[in-house]
């Protein structure tokens, strides 16, 4: 009787695994996509500029990181000034958030480094449109096939559960 319980409940998780790994495959969600960074190195001045991403939505953000340079601003036709954060193991940051109307395609952002006194100047790429919200946020209800899937997960526990609770009950009875 042992092995036949044991046997119930070893189906019953291999069947919901087997009907929830389809689903789990087949999407991978809104992450999937992305841009790659783009980054430029100056002569030997050692001074490296790093955007990522380096095609971004109208009103997304942008990351700017620059090493070697001890502070400063960046500054584009594509969003406000902002400035450099402290340098923290050579290399200093700032997140600039790209105008709701600016315009698609290519810009330039300056970047002026406090020390040493140099000017770079690195280029990316502003698409049309704007780019997704972060998280889903009960915005999009669940497909047909998501719900066939979560159906066929709670029959298939509920059947396993009754099963279990009938063969527990017969044994009870039989004075075993």
Request: aromatic fraction near 4%.
């Amino acid at each position: 009787m042992r092995a036949a319980r044991t046997l119930a409940v070893t189906a019953t998780a291999f069947a919901a695994l087997g009907l929830a790994a389809p689903l789990a495959t087949a999407t991978h969600g809104p992450s999937s996509v992305t841009v790659g960074s783009s980054a430029v190195q100056r002569g030997g001045d050692g001074i490296h500029v790093n955007v990522i991403p380096s095609a971004v939505h109208q009103g997304s953000t942008l990351t700017i990181t620059v090493k070697g340079c001890g502070g400063g601003v960046v500054s584009s036709s594509a969003f406000p000034t902002v400035s450099l954060s402290a340098p923290f193991g050579g290399v200093s940051s700032a997140v600039a958030r790209v105008y709701n109307h600016a315009t698609p395609g290519e810009h330039t952002l300056t970047v002026n480094c406090t020390s040493p006194n140099r000017v770079l100047t690195h280029r990316f790429r502003v698409l049309a449109g704007q780019g997704t919200s972060g998280g889903l946020g009960g915005a999009l209800a669940p497909s047909s096939t998501e719900m066939a899937v979560g159906g066929s997960l709670v029959a298939a526990a509920a059947l396993g559960g009754g099963l279990f609770i009938v063969r527990r009950r017969r044994m009870s009875g039989a004075g075993v």
